[in-house]
C-alpha cells in the first residue's frame, strides 16, 4: 500500500508535466505541421485525464473506499473488471457483447444475418442490452415470428422490451414454455447454434475487439454493421433466387428486405 500511495504520488507529478507540455504543443501549433502538433496535445491531454482517475483510485484503494467504475487499462478506457464465475479465470477484464441471429427459418443450414452487436462498458445483464438489439431490429424494420434466448434474460422485462416487435413465441433457454415439446427442442437446438457463430466471431473476425470499439461508435467490422452468418454465393446465383446469400459488404437494407417475410432471432 506504501509502494501504492507513493506511485500515486509520482503519477501526479508526471500528469502536471503532461498538461503542461500539452498546453505548449498547443501554443506552438503553427504553420506546417500544425494539425499533428494539435493531434498530439489532444492525445497527450486524454492520457492526462486517464491518469488522472488512475491517481484517484490510488488515493481511494489507500483509504479503504470502494472504487464504484474502476479504470483498469489506459489504452482501453472502457474496459471493467468481469466475474464469471470460472474457475480458471475468476477475474476477467473487458466487455460484455449481445450478439443476435436473424434467419427467415429455423431449419437446419438456414443463412442469416448477425445484427451489430450490442455492447456497454461493464459486465451489464442480458437484460440490459436487449433494448439496443431491438431498436437495431426496429431500424432494419424486421419483425420476428419467433425469438429464441439464452438462459440469462429474465421473462417479465423481456416480454416488455420485446412488446413492441409483438413476436408469436418467445422461448428462454432453461425455463418452462407454453408450447408443445417438439416446439420447444426444435427452438433449444437453434439458439444452441449460435455458440458456433460466437466462437467463429471471436477467433475468426476478431469479434472481441470489434465490441470494444462499438461502445465508442466506430462503426468498424461485426460491430458496425450486419454480418451474413454464411459464405458469399458463388456469382452466377441468381439474386431472386437466393437474395439473402448477401455478400459481406451488403447494405442493412438489403438482409431487412431478404428477411423481413418469415424472420427468427437467436439471442445469446
Not at 470502494?66 to 477475474?91: E, Q, W
Not at 460491430?223 to 452468418?229: H, K, M, N, V, Y
Request: with cysteine; proline share 8%.
Amino acid at each position: 500500500m506504501k509502494l501504492n500511495a507513493q506511485a500515486g504520488r509520482t503519477l501526479a507529478r508526471s500528469i502536471g508535466e503532461a498538461r503542461t507540455l500539452a498546453a505548449q504543443a498547443h501554443a506552438s501549433a503553427r504553420g506546417r505541421g500544425a494539425q499533428a502538433k494539435l493531434y498530439a496535445a489532444r492525445r497527450l491531454e486524454e492520457l492526462a485525464d486517464r491518469c488522472q482517475r488512475v491517481a484517484a483510485q490510488i488515493r481511494q484503494r489507500s483509504r479503504g473506499e470502494r472504487i464504484a467504475d474502476r479504470l483498469v487499462s489506459l489504452a482501453d478506457p472502457d474496459a471493467r473488471p468481469i466475474r464469471k464465475g470460472k474457475l480458471g479465470k475468476p477475474n476477467e477484464f473487458g466487455y460484455v457483447a449481445q450478439l443476435a441471429e436473424v434467419t427467415a427459418s429455423t431449419r437446419r443450414g438456414t443463412r442469416g444475418y448477425l445484427l451489430p452487436a450490442a455492447s456497454a462498458p461493464g459486465n451489464p445483464g442480458e437484460n440490459r442490452l436487449l433494448p439496443q438489439t431491438v431498436a437495431e431490429l426496429d431500424r432494419l424494420g424486421l419483425r420476428p415470428r419467433e425469438v429464441a434466448l439464452d438462459g440469462g434474460f429474465a421473462p417479465g422485462p423481456t416480454t416488455q422490451t420485446l412488446a413492441g416487435l409483438a413476436p408469436t413465441r418467445t422461448f428462454i433457454a432453461g425455463r418452462a414454455e407454453p408450447g408443445s415439446r417438439r416446439t420447444r427442442r426444435r427452438l433449444a437446438r437453434y439458439r444452441t447454434g449460435c455458440e458456433g457463430r460466437i466462437s467463429h466471431l471471436k477467433r475468426g473476425y476478431g469479434c472481441a475487439a470489434a465490441a470494444s470499439r462499438a461502445t465508442r461508435a466506430s462503426g468498424s467490422g461485426p460491430a458496425g454493421r450486419s454480418w451474413p452468418t454464411t459464405s458469399t454465393p458463388s456469382p452466377s446465383t441468381p439474386p431472386e433466387r437466393d437474395a439473402h446469400h448477401a455478400a459481406p459488404g451488403s447494405a442493412p437494407s438489403t438482409a431487412a428486405q431478404a428477411l423481413t417475410p418469415t424472420p427468427f432471432l437467436r439471442g445469446k
